[in-house]
């Protein structure tokens, strides 16, 4: 391969994995304008877990692992009517909170836990260390995590595993939430007017 063919698909690679890289949810999502991290009304205070998770592989514009992760989380107290919470996929570098597509979820209004599904696409194009997913949280705010899973992505062997963290876990702790925007048009599986 020479280095202009190198480069393209260096190009390539990073276009295709701003696209994949990042949490897709299930359910309700609020209007692109509320995709702000400095919008984001919260709870007093919340439970949640990530009971559950599965691992595919897919085949996007590129090849991908998927994994679909589940679980609930409830205020402790009621929220205000605004209030949301999220989900949101860590890297080395930071957490991602798409703008294209908002990560912030409403309550349910009646008592109980509100359940969630979320979905991280890890491309299986070489990505930096720097870039990688390496954790999924269930965020009561930008600065608190509540629940937490560490992604590995196998390295060569490309064997993902999914494992429970602490929400102060050094994947997590200490990274900034950035609002990234994004170019994903895909239409989400479960609202097909949420582009």
Known sequence: MNRI???RRAVIVAALASL?????????QLAPAAANPANWVTAPCATAAI????????????PATRVRLTGWV???AAPPADA????LTYTARQANF??????LRAYRTTPGPTTFAATVDLPTADLSELDQPRAHCVQLSPDVRLACVGIDTG??????TVFPIAPDDVRVRDLPVVATPTTDRTPDPVCGTCV
């Open 155 to 160: 390295g060569q062997a490309r064997v993902t």
């Open 51 to 62: 009971t559950g998770h599965t691992v595919e592989q897919v085949k996007l514009p590129v």
């Open 20 to 28: 994949l890289v990042g949490p897709q949810l299930v359910g309700p």
């Open 5 to 7: 063919q190198a480069a």
């Open 84 to 87: 949301t919470f999220a989900t």
């Open 98 to 103: 798409p703008t294209a597509r908002s990560p």
């Open 74 to 76: 409830e205020p402790c």
